[in-house]
């Protein structure tokens, strides 16, 4: 498991607390406000929410930002923290990116294999259908013969009737 030191601590302590606590008044989040501060070095207010103006389209906008420090290293300056935050930042996006494209593949692939079985069924369904229309074809076919033959003997019972069995065939 990693330690804090490994993943990283948050920017609190390298940005003015109650500036943030001012645009997080505004309706920004901590990480919002706090990772605008950070990165125009808590000049002001207005140029935190000229920051966040700028960058709130970027993918990584609500993302919380670290800074990872080694153990025998001296504290890091507020620009060196900030430029220590923008390389995390570069990484952390490098990384989504990678893992988005690879999900748009996977979700590429279930789609292809779901339209391949979606196909399969319905050949399945049509190639049954064929088979269910053949078959009422043939009852169809075999009803009719049965129902001819009985207009036929009853035609020539009515015959025998008739004439009787001493009348020749045609």
Known sequence: METEEQQGKPISSLVNQDMAKEIQGMGYSKNVSEKALLFTNSLSIEAALEWIENHKTDADFEEECLI????NKPKLTPEEAAE???ELQKRLREQRLKKEKEEELEREKNRIAGGKALTEAKRIMEEQQRQRDVEYKMKEKKEDEIARQKILDELEKDR???FGDKVNKG
């Open 84 to 86: 220590r935050a923008k």
């Open 68 to 71: 990872v420090q080694e153990e």
């Open 160 to 162: 025998r009737e008739r």
